[in-house]
């Protein structure tokens, strides 16, 4: 990757920013990200390393809560879900704003410093909750204008518990004869770097994280509810989705 020069004037509102360009191909579609390189350099640095390891590559969309967020970047999947090798954690960087559109990391709840190679996307504005909870969930990107059809056409998908299926219906999700194989799932075939030119993405203008020094606490049971909390419990929760079909 090229060093990338700081361009622009930080306000209390936003930042300017040029960014690195990576693609997802799914099996629902092609999904650009514009990297905020200068404003969160570690998690940047630390997504092109599971990039760059091809560690991405034929993994799952393994959560999707309506007008929340969609998650991926930690399993596998062939007759069950494996969770794919992980790096060492890396340092928060709660500096922009979880409004729609971006990405962030996915971490422990209670351990704001646990992010290693799980991301959401966010969809819709949770900057209320997420730029506060557990010390703030690190946006290291935006997707581009025509990705959100794809965001739209996963959110849209028959879920099973909170994992985006095709090809089943409700009832067979209810199912204990119904056996989930990898047709059934989202998939993220590859991720690439389509661009690393510091001028990329010139007129970008994320959203500055003003609220992470914000002495209210969230609201009552933020950091446990399913719309809020973002908390690994995914391999137990999948593990049980997979034997209840198989018994």
Not at 2 to 7: M, N, P, S, Y
Not at 133 to 152: H, K, M, W
Not at 180 to 199: F, G, R
Request: aromatic content about 6%; some cysteine.
């Amino acid at each position: 990757m090229k060093k990338l020069l700081l361009c622009g004037l930080l306000t209390a509102t936003s930042f300017v920013s040029h960014a690195t360009v990576v693609e997802m191909q799914t099996s629902q579609g092609a999904i650009k990200v514009d990297l905020f390189d200068q404003q969160t350099p570690k998690t940047v640095e630390n997504f092109l390393s599971y990039i760059q390891n091809d560690a991405y590559n034929q993994t799952v969309i393994h959560r999707s809560i309506k007008d929340f967020i969609i998650q991926g970047g930690g399993f596998t999947f062939t007759d069950d879900f494996k969770a794919i090798t992980t790096l060492p954690a890396v340092a928060n960087e709660p500096k922009l704003s979880n409004v729609k559109g971006t990405i962030a990391m996915a971490k422990l709840s209670n351990n704001k410093d646990s992010a290693t190679s799980q991301w959401f996307f966010n969809l819709k504005d949770n900057s209320a909750n997420l730029d506060k909870q557990n010390g703030g969930f690190t946006v290291f990107g935006q997707i581009t204008a025509d990705s959100y059809a794809v965001l739209d056409k996963i959110s849209a998908l028959v879920h099973c518990g909170e994992i985006p299926v095709v090809n089943l219906t409700e009832e067979q999700c209810a199912s204990a004869d119904t056996t989930l194989t990898i047709a059934n799932l989202v998939s993220i075939n590859s991720v690439v770097v389509l661009d690393d030119d510091p001028n990329s993405s010139a007129n970008l203008s994320p959203k500055e994280n003003t609220l992470i020094d914000d002495p209210t606490p969230t609201q009552p049971g933020d950091e446990d509810s399913s719309s809020g909390s973002m908390s690994w419990l995914l391999p137990l929760l999948l593990l049980g989705f997979k034997r209840r079909r198989a018994a």
